[in-house]
């Protein structure tokens, strides 16, 4: 837990050998220096009504350390292909 609070901004998607990097901005608002876990979701988006997929899953994390108030810091988080996929058993059999 901190005890300053964080904004997000200027998101970027770069497509790249088969890896989606998701980049952003973490600009500490608050008052104090703070620590900050920053967390990636995708939704589960359009698939098959059979296809049991949450409706958004934690695809990556990363933890930006000590961020002085004011001071901005540029996140890059990675999302393996193997995250956007799903098995469609229908199509296998």
Not at 17 to 38: C, K, M, Q, W, Y
Not at 66 to 91: F, H, M, N, Q
């Amino acid at each position: 837990m901190s005890y300053t609070t964080f904004q997000y901004d200027d998101f970027h998607v770069a497509f790249e050998n088969g890896l989606r990097a998701v980049s952003f901005t973490v600009e500490n608002t608050g008052e104090i220096t703070g620590d900050e876990i920053v967390q990636l979701y995708i939704g589960k988006g359009e698939v098959p009504a059979y296809a049991i997929i949450a409706e958004k899953q934690l695809c990556g994390f990363e933890r930006v350390c000590e961020i002085k108030p004011g001071e901005k810091r540029k996140v890059s988080i990675t999302i393996p292909e193997e995250y956007l996929v799903y098995w469609d058993i229908k199509a296998v059999i």
